[in-house]
């Protein structure tokens, strides 16, 4: 039972804690808001896609980038491509990254743009892992409370 | 000898005498003989005798006289009756000839006496001829003389050079012995010497300005004749043998700026003057001359001009100068206040998402907060601080689009709500401060306010909570009232605004909101700053924190709604009464059941589902297609997906209702997909609903999916309620146009 309780409130504190730090916004609330008995397990089907999506921008902006002649716009596409992504989810600070390498993309800074790679890369890297931590400790809890139903 | 006109003589010795007749004889023989001969050889000489003939007759006369004389010598001896016919004969052609000539000089005389009138006259005529010859002569050369000086005094823009040279000139023009200007000093009372030709002279020597010479001198344009003992004429130190030349002293007018209109010649509008002394040489008998003084006139004339050349030629270099440095000043000024305005957009900028982020997670929180299960107390407090962070926010994005506030690019969010609901909220809101404060707040609303009206709710319900906050803020004891009214033209009659109109009209009322406090007051010179940004007053108790942009905001929403803010009070420690009127739609009856605009999360609009309607979702992101997806088939929807345009034309058919479309893709063309769609259900009459999704909200997006005939245009990201309503609104009007 307590351990139930604790597993909740674990789990609470993680997601708030994954909102005051930003790496999650208000979107995620809203696809959270989707999933229902229909369609149990929308939210991570979509973290899923997203996540395949985002490893296939990023690989492609990195060999782009390291051309000799880099086409900016394909650059710039592939980023518009991953900002749609992560705003659909609402990982907010990959969101924010992207914007800020689109800019850079516009000025034609290469520097800036290896830069900004490199923090998308960051990131993502964080936002996956911390989704990923969020998952299983939901499954935990989903498991505890089907065994130890409390509500 | 029958006639012997021997004659006896009757002294018949004496012959000394008869010798000396007969020598006399012989020379006037000789002279009369001569004096024609003269004659002929003068007149021969002279081209222009008129009267030859009478030298004819004149020379015949005198010939005969000096005949008759010569043949006399013979009488004296005893001669023959020949020598007596001849004599006779001679004698007779000698009076013939002499009368006739004496006749003939009656006639001739007055003639050649006239001829010497006409020559006396002619010679005459020629001398005065000959003056004036001379007068033009120097008149010309005095024009010559002016024009040269005039030259000279004009070639140079440079005050100094100009005054020199005119004197310069003066003196070698006019031969003059010394030549000096006064001008007048600063103060205006005296006449300075300061320019002499010579340099004899201490400059600086000062001489009173109203010496009876010298108001002589200027009161007449012409150069007049002064006395040498005069103290601006003693320029040279007296030695005894001098006996100092002729002095004339001239007024130069100094002419400025203002005095140059347009058709006026400067005669009387100045009242400076210079005065120039030009000295003929010592010891010399010369005098002036007209044509002297009159050249003298003329260039100090001219001096004026050149010197008001030079004056204004001084002031422009200085007018343009002052103009180049105001232009470097206003530049620097121009850019600190650009840097400014970048400053405070960035400072904005930084601050905006400094302070959205607090926001978020209160209002993430809070709302999780409610999900979960809590008393009705807790429900309560949890709600009131969900409601305060929504106005909270609200005001966050008020604050920090500020310029759009200026620019008044902000729009209102019109919708319909419950009137009186925001009343009620905004005394919940309140309640517990007055209760803190021990404050009595009463709230009366008008008999005929309606329930519903039209217009932007969160920001009337910020008006309101500002104004009645300020109330709060500014009572430490007493009561607040609160009364709301629908506004009669009776109350417009107490309005002293001069531009304020109102006009109710059949859809529209105004609102009239007042609120009374016993509060601290406001002193009356404090009234007008109110409204300022940024002023807070700081005297008296009002210095408690605050922006003190709550009134600023307030009033522009207000005008906004097309309303007018004002406050009265009596002065301090006498309360204070706030009131506005605010122009808000009249909600017809079909709208009150509806509520399709509101933000509380708790309400269900009418169809909360679209079992089975058919959509169909085009977006090349696979993330935000899944989301999409989603959000739909949570509503209820059959959605099918399109990750191209090419899938999407492939796929769409009749049965889809309505299509999303993502356009916000670098690349594709929405309007001219829009337009194929069009074209392909041309035929048939029952096309689907277009709709856009897009993350950007500017004006030229909505232009453009107007132009193109898009049904709608939904802001990403779109929320389940949004989405919700979106399909709510297509389905019953058949029209939407924005959300965001």
């Known amino acids: 039972m307590e351990d139930v309780i604790h597993l909740q409130t674990q789990l609470l504190h993680y997601k708030v804690s994954l909102f005051k730090e930003g790496y999650l916004n208000d979107q995620f609330k809203e696809l959270e808001s989707l999933e229902d008995e229909s369609n149990p397990k929308f939210v991570e089907e979509v973290v899923a896609i997203f996540f395949e999506d985002s490893h296939r921008l990023i690989n492609e902006l990195t060999k782009a980038l390291e051309q000799k002649c880099i086409d900016f716009k394909k650059v710039d596409a592939y980023v518009h491509q991953l900002k749609g992504s992560s705003s659909s989810i609402g990982a907010n600070k990959v969101q924010m990254a992207c914007i800020a390498f689109r800019n850079y993309c516009h000025d034609m800074n290469i520097q800036g743009c290896l830069k900004c790679l490199q923090h998308v890369k960051e990131e993502f890297a964080l936002v996956k892992n911390k989704l990923e931590t969020l998952f299983k400790v939901e499954k935990e809890f989903l498991d505890a409370n089907a065994s130890n139903p409390i509500i | 000898m029958e006639n012997c006109y021997c004659i006896e003589p009757q002294w018949p010795a004496d012959e000394l005498l008869m010798k000396y007749q007969y020598i006399s004889d012989f020379f006037i023989a000789l002279a009369y003989f001569s004096i024609p001969l003269e004659l002929i050889y003068f007149v021969k000489k ?81 001398a005065e001829l000959d003056r004036e010859m001379g007068l033009i002569r120097t008149q010309e050369e005095t024009g010559r003389h002016v024009r040269m000086l005039t030259h000279e005094i004009r070639s140079t823009l440079d005050r100094h050079t100009i005054l020199k040279t005119t004197l310069v000139e003066l003196g070698r023009t006019l031969a003059l012995e010394e030549c000096a200007l006064w001008m007048p000093t600063r103060t205006g009372l005296e006449l300075q010497l300061s320019y002499t030709l010579h340099q004899q002279n201490p400059v600086g020597y000062t001489v009173p300005i109203n010496l009876p010479v010298i108001s002589q001198v200027f009161s007449s344009n012409r150069a007049l004749k002064i006395s040498p003992n005069s103290p601006v004429a003693s320029l040279r130190p007296r030695a005894g043998r001098y006996v100092a030349g002729e002095v004339v002293a001239v007024r130069v007018p100094l002419l400025h700026l203002s005095n140059f209109q347009i058709n006026d010649w400067p005669e009387l509008s100045t009242k400076r003057y210079a ?356 959000l739909l088939v949570h509503l209820g929807c059959e959605v099918t997906t399109a990750g191209s345009i090419e899938e999407f034309l492939r796929v769409v058919s009749q049965e889809h209702k309505v299509v999303f479309m993502d356009i916000c893709t670098p690349g594709v063309d929405g309007y001219e997909l829009a337009i194929r769609i069009r074209e392909k259900f041309a035929k048939c009459h029952e096309r689907p609903f277009m709709v856009v999704l897009t993350g950007n909200s500017d004006k030229v997006t909505k232009e453009s999916c107007l132009r193109a005939g898009m049904d709608g245009l939904i802001l990403k990201p779109v929320s389940i309620d949004k989405m919700r309503s979106v399909l709510s609104e297509l389905i019953e009007r058949r029209v939407l146009f924005e959300t965001s």
């Open chain 2, 46 to 126: 002279s081209a222009v005798f008129p009267y030859r003939w009478v030298l004819v007759q004149f020379g015949a006369f005198i010939v005969l006289c000096g005949a008759t004389h010569l043949i006399n010598l013979w009488t004296f001896t005893m001669h023959s009756r020949t020598v007596a016919v001849v004599m006779t004969t001679a004698k007779v052609l000698t009076a013939v000839v002499s009368c006739a000539t004496a006749l003939m000089l009656v006639h001739i005389i007055p003639d050649l006496l006239s001829v010497k009138t006409r020559e006396l006259f002619l010679k005459n005529k020629a």
């Open chain 2, 275 to 630: 005065l120039m002394v030009l000295m003929l040489p010592s010891d010399s008998a010369r005098q002036w001359r007209v044509h002297e003084l009159e050249l003298v006139e003329v260039v100090a004339d001219q001096v004026a001009v050149a010197l008001s050349h030079a004056a204004i030629l001084e002031e422009s270099m200085r007018a343009r100068d002052l103009l180049m440095e105001q232009n470097v000043a206003l530049d620097l000024a121009r850019r600190e206040a650009e840097t400014a305005i970048r400053a405070r957009n960035d400072f904005l900028a930084v601050m905006n998402h400094e302070m959205r982020t607090p926001m978020h997670a209160i209002i993430a929180l809070s709302s999780l907060l409610q999900e979960t299960e809590l008393t009705p107390e807790q429900r309560l407090m949890v709600e009131t601080i969900l409601k305060s962070s929504n106005l909270l926010a609200t005001l966050i994005n008020d604050v920090l689009d500020l310029s759009r506030l200026e620019d008044g690019s902000l729009q209102l969010d019109i919708g319909t709500f419950n009137l009186h609901a925001v009343f009620k909220e905004v005394l919940n809101l309140i309640k517990p401060v007055t209760l803190v404060k021990k404050l009595s707040l009463t709230l009366h609303l008008g008999p005929d306010l309606p329930v519903f009206a039209v217009g932007d709710e969160k920001r009337l319900m910020q008006a309101i909570l500002n104004v009645v906050g300020n109330a709060v803020k500014f009572s430490k004891e007493g009561s607040i009232s609160i009364s709301a009214i629908v506004a009669k033209s009776e109350t417009f009659r107490e309005i002293r605004v001069p531009d304020f109109h109102p006009v109710p009209s059949d859809s529209h009322f105004y609102l009239r909101v007042q609120v009374k406090d016993t509060g601290s007051g406001i002193s009356p010179q404090d009234i007008p700053k109110l409204f300022t940004k940024f002023a807070q007053t700081t005297v008296g108790p009002r210095n408690s924190g605050g922006s003190g942009l709550g009134l600023a905001i307030c009033k522009r929403f207000v005008n906004l709604m097309e309303g007018h803010i004002w406050l009265e009070s009596e002065g301090l420690g006498k309360g204070c009464t706030a009131t506005f009127i605010v122009k808000l739609g009249i909600a017809d009856q079909s709208n009150e059941s509806k509520l399709p605009y509101t933000s509380k999360i708790h309400e269900n609009s009418i169809h909360t589902s679209f079992p089975g309607l058919k959509v169909l979702v085009m977006d090349d992101n696979g993330v935000s297609r899944s989301v999409t997806k989603g």
